[in-house]
């Protein structure tokens, strides 16, 4: 709209068009008010009902919450306001009469539950706390870029549907592409790879992945968002310097940009960053650990993946994000390189948060005939994956990376209660639309 004013930018003695919604309606007789929200904040429109003409009072005050409508009028300086100015209005014109029985309240007076919200996430998104959200997931997004680039990252953006999964299994939603069966990807990482082998060297990708998973559970999403980097000439402790460096931005930038959400989120006293190198555990001294707290009923022994509730109770005796490295070759992909001087130790780590798994990565294995081998111990079929193994003759590097998952680095950030709060429209097996 030409010459509108934004309530924050509404100064005294400024004759000004604000627009918005209809956040609350209050009459207390001889005078009402009418509070506008947009973007930036609210405004009191100020209606002394005997000095002003019937019809203008009339469309401010029979207007239903969460109408959009445009004031015009004279702002005036006024100290009890909830921002110390007010608008006298001259004109109120209803741009979109909102339906009086609205599905929930965005003054936040009347809770609603999730599936409600998620459902009319349009309306939603009106609250104050989870546009914050949001605001605070962007700028996590910016900062990670920003960081990347700190470290000679070149951005990249990778096929999703592809012919054959990253790591083969039942993982995958097969789609047909113009008559032949292909599959949403899982994971950007054998492409990444194939980039990092080029001239390119370091790279990062910022993207949605795919993964068929049954899981319904407040720390997964079949569609979410991945934090990849791959790095020529890198090992797996290059990696985990990288990670925990973009970890760090993340929550560096939400402390010195986003002080009002945080405000808004309630967390504006007890948000910290974290300080100190992240611990490194090896896959070894994590189960002992784990074995030490007695909260499992049974002892973890190795080659055990880690359950949900042993990386609780590691969590909270390490009490801060840490990783875990070292882990046995058999439990981690293919495309993880072994120790040199021991085959049965992977150089594979996962990066924890006391919640969470918040990224998985390592060394890659970058010797054609031991990645090849590797295909062959997990029942793939290296012919299917003849584009990405081909490469690896050609003169490819030493190469390391990780995947970084979106959802939880903002989830675990915010102290979010589920993962699906940190996603605009959530894809999980209960919910296809919106």
Not at 89 to 118: F, H, M, N, Q, Y
Not at 127 to 137: G, P, S
Not at 198 to 214: C, K, Q, T
Request: hydrophobic share 35%; proline share 5%.
């Amino acid at each position: 709209m030409q010459d509108r004013t934004y309530t924050a930018d509404a100064e005294p003695g400024d004759d000004a068009t604000v627009a918005g919604w209809v956040h609350e309606i209050r009459d207390l007789g001889g005078i009402a008010f009418l509070i506008l929200r947009d973007a930036t904040g609210k405004i009191q429109v100020k209606f002394e009902k005997d000095e002003m003409d019937d019809e203008l009072v009339d469309t401010g005050l029979g207007v239903s919450r969460e109408s959009v409508v445009s004031v015009t009028g004279t702002v005036e300086e006024e100290p009890r306001a909830p921002t110390g100015v007010e608008v006298t209005p001259e004109s109120v014109d209803v741009i979109s009469a909102a339906d009086p029985e609205l599905p929930l309240d965005p003054s936040g007076k009347v809770d609603a539950d999730l599936s409600t919200r998620l459902d009319n996430r349009t309306l939603d998104l009106r609250k104050d706390e989870v546009q914050a959200v949001f605001e605070i997931r962007a700028e996590i997004l910016r900062a990670v870029r920003e960081q990347f680039r700190e470290f000679y990252c070149t951005e990249i953006n990778t096929p999703k549907i592809v012919a054959t999964g990253t790591e083969g299994g039942t993982e995958l939603f097969p789609i047909t592409y113009f008559g032949e069966e292909a599959f949403m990807n899982q994971s950007p990482q054998l492409f990444k790879q194939l980039i990092a082998g080029s001239n390119v060297e370091r790279v990062f990708e910022i993207g949605p992945i795919f993964r068929a998973e049954e899981h319904n559970t407040p720390r997964h999403l079949n569609e979410a968002t991945s934090i990849d980097f791959e790095g020529a000439f890198c090992d797996q402790n290059d990696a985990m310097d990288v990670a925990e460096g973009i970890v760090k931005a993340a929550y560096e930038a939400v402390t010195e940009n986003c002080s009002e959400e945080l405000e808004a989120l309630g967390l504006e006293e007890e948000f910290e960053v974290p300080e100190g190198d992240f611990p490194r555990l090896s896959y070894e001294e994590a189960i002992e650990r784990i074995n030490a707290t007695g909260e499992l009923d049974e002892q973890l022994v190795w080659g055990d993946d880690l359950p949900t509730e042993g990386e609780k109770a590691l969590g909270d005796d390490v009490g801060g994000h840490y990783f875990i490295t070292d882990w046995p070759s058999e439990i981690k992909p293919f495309y993880i390189k072994d120790h040199d001087d021991d085959e049965q130790l992977s150089t594979g780590f996962d990066l924890m948060h006391p919640r969470m798994e918040l990224v998985s990565g390592g060394q890659r294995e970058h010797r054609h005939e031991h990645l090849i081998e590797g295909f062959e111990q997990q029942g793939l079929d290296p012919d299917q994956f003849e584009y990405y193994t081909k490469m690896f003759k050609y003169g490819m590097p030493p190469h390391a990376g990780f995947g970084l998952g979106g959802e939880r680095l903002i989830m675990t950030i915010l102290g979010l209660d589920n993962i699906r709060e940190a996603v605009l429209f959530p894809r999980d097996r209960q919910r296809l639309s919106p």
